[in-house]
């Protein structure tokens, strides 16, 4: 069955609550297949315990449960914690919702093309902006007629509060994987590329994109004629940089030594995105022949006047971004867009636990042992049970975007974390799923089509030595695959 034939199947079965009713054999056989599948899934769980404590659920969408183990003890879920975040992102902002990045005018654009005031260039937590958008919206100003502005270009990414780092509210000090600031207004995922040449021994070096947001230093590159390799006792050339904030040019500082003649590559997280954002998108307005007289910097947009331009990115491409490929950057900015919802004086971390812990209990989710601390997973202070997870899972099947949120999450052999898993015939495109994996910590959790195309929802997390966890984890999923009540699965 084609994978999106599967996906159908599996969304309309799930929104219907199990409406649909599968033909079962005989009471007899379906109780031996079972307890062959039951009898499976403990060797396989048992395998895997002597290293690790595992929690495992396997349920129908209706909330039976075929196998339970450890179900209500809770683990750390690494990146299945994202699951949690794009669910409530669908019920509260949407499945039709987009991610706005906006240019606003504090004043009415001139019939003569002239806009006397400033120009704001308004973030709306999209971590997927692009040097592309902004040249669209460059030229966007342009067809709109825009040619002079008096005032001054200026970067607003105050939906976010000033919490721009993980660490800031993941309650953890395990940096796992540097992540740069999130904020409400990013592109080009708050890094910047370096290329760095050496041309007859002169260096000279450019950022991508080119932006009077940035100014690389070279002072502290040092070039050396060619080192035939077999006397070289290491590699020689080596790059490193930092970045440097002063008023609203980036610095990027360069240390190193290159050998030889050649190019060079590095990223450097940028310390102030808005600024660069600003920075950019004037260079890119001038190109399209708009000047800006008043340069580029900070500022909130109190007084909008007109709309000018916008780019919009639909949610449900943002979701498949992070659950697909489990995309922590862009996962921490929708946990962060998510706590802007909220209200009251906390922080919006803090807001955000709170509306999905108000979610949960509205759909009738049990989160007892949930501690989510921040929204990638990279945490290790998170806590999930399996229960919980299959919990989750089976709630938002029943919703009316449950096939959306299906659709987000990776297919076996097909995409995504899942793309070299599950390969085998009786598993491609049967498996849909969110991955999960941190140094002590591993997990696999979503919906499997069973032997009779039946949709069943499954939670594995494993904490400790997880060297072995994806191999079980495959073999389990594969083993729910195969198998059938009128007794066919494989051994």
């Known amino acids: 069955m084609g994978c999106f034939s599967c996906s159908r199947l599996v969304g309309v079965f799930l929104a219907a609550g199990g409406a649909l009713v599968w033909a079962r054999c005989g009471a007899e056989d379906s109780a031996v297949a079972l307890a062959q599948l039951?009898?499976?899934?403990?060797?396989?769980?048992?395998?895997?315990?002597?290293?690790?404590?595992?929690?495992?659920?396997?349920?129908?969408?209706?909330?039976?449960?075929?196998?339970?183990?450890?179900?209500?003890?809770?683990?750390?879920?690494a990146s299945t914690t994202k699951l949690f975040w794009t669910a409530a992102a669908l019920a509260l902002l949407g499945d039709t919702a987009f991610l706005r990045t906006r240019?606003?005018?504090?004043?009415?654009?001139?019939?003569?093309?002239?806009?006397?005031?400033n120009l704001y260039v308004v973030g709306g937590g999209d971590a997927l902006l692009t040097v592309q958008d902004l040249e669209s919206l460059a030229e966007q100003l342009w067809r709109r007629g825009l040619r002079r502005v008096t005032g001054a270009l200026l970067a607003d990414g105050s939906l976010f509060d000033g919490q721009?780092?993980?660490?800031?509210?993941?309650?953890?000090?395990?940096?796992?994987?540097?992540?740069?600031?999130?904020?409400?207004?990013?592109?080009?995922?708050n890094q910047v590329r370096v290329l760095v040449t050496v041309v007859r021994g002169r260096v000279t070096a450019q950022t991508v994109p080119l932006s009077p947001a940035f100014r690389v230093e070279l002072?502290?590159?040092?070039?050396?004629?060619?080192?035939?390799?077999?006397?070289?006792?290491?590699?020689?050339?080596?790059?490193?940089?930092?970045?440097?904030?002063?008023?609203h040019v980036h610095h990027i500082v360069l240390q190193g030594r290159l050998i030889g003649e050649g190019s060079w590559s590095l990223l450097v997280?940028?310390?102030r995105p808005e600024v660069a954002v600003a920075g950019t998108l004037l260079q890119r307005l001038q190109a399209v022949g708009v000047s800006v007289e008043g340069g580029f910097g900070e500022g909130i947009c109190r007084r909008p006047v007109t709309l000018l331009a916008e780019v919009a990115r639909p949610l449900v491409e943002v979701l498949a971004v992070i659950n697909k490929e489990s995309d922590n950057f862009v996962a921490?900015?929708?946990?962060?867009?998510l706590g802007t919802l909220g209200a009251g004086g906390r922080g919006q971390a803090e807001q955000a636990r709170q509306l999905l812990g108000a979610l949960?209990?509205?759909?009738?989710?049990?989160?007892?042992?949930?501690?989510?601390?921040?929204?990638?997973?990279?945490?290790?202070?998170?806590?999930?049970?399996?229960?919980?997870?299959?919990?989750?899972?089976?709630?938002?099947?029943?919703?009316?975007?449950?096939?959306?949120?299906?659709?987000?999450?990776?297919v076996s052999g097909v995409d995504g974390t899942l793309k070299h898993r599950?390969?085998?015939?009786?598993?491609?495109?049967?498996?849909?799923?969110?991955?999960?994996?941190?140094?002590?910590?591993?997990?696999?959790?979503?919906?499997?089509?069973?032997?009779?195309?039946?949709?069943?929802?499954?939670?594995?997390?494993?904490?400790?030595?997880v060297r072995r966890a994806k191999a079980v984890e495959d073999s389990i999923a594969a083993t729910l695959a195969r198998f059938s009540f009128c007794g066919r699965s494989s051994p």
């Open 360 to 410: 949960l209990a509205r759909w009738g989710v049990p989160c007892r042992m949930c501690q989510l601390w921040d929204g990638s997973g990279l945490s290790r202070r998170n806590r999930v049970s399996a229960a919980e997870l299959v919990g989750l899972l089976s709630a938002v099947g029943r919703l009316p975007f449950g096939g959306l949120f299906q659709r987000s999450l990776a």
């Open 422 to 465: 599950l390969k085998a015939e009786e598993t491609i495109e049967r498996v849909w799923a969110k991955t999960g994996t941190l140094r002590n910590a591993s997990a696999l959790a979503g919906y499997v089509l069973m032997g009779e195309n039946e949709p069943w929802v499954f939670a594995i997390l494993s904490f400790g030595n």
């Open 38 to 77: 039951q009898a499976r899934l403990r060797v396989l769980v048992q395998a895997l315990e002597r290293q690790a404590q595992v929690g495992v659920v396997v349920s129908d969408a209706r909330g039976t449960r075929y196998f339970e183990h450890n179900a209500e003890v809770g683990l750390v879920p």
């Open 332 to 337: 921490e900015h929708l946990f962060k867009l």
């Open 219 to 247: 002072s502290g590159v040092r070039v050396q004629g060619f080192v035939p390799r077999k006397q070289r006792r290491k590699p020689a050339s080596w790059l490193r940089a930092r970045c440097v904030l002063r008023g």
């Open 269 to 271: 997280p940028v310390e």
């Open 103 to 117: 240019i606003f005018a504090d004043a009415p654009l001139g019939a003569d093309g002239v806009l006397r005031g």
């Open 164 to 189: 721009r780092w993980r660490l800031q509210y993941s309650g953890d000090h395990d940096v796992v994987q540097p992540l740069p600031p999130i904020t409400a207004l990013s592109f080009e995922r």
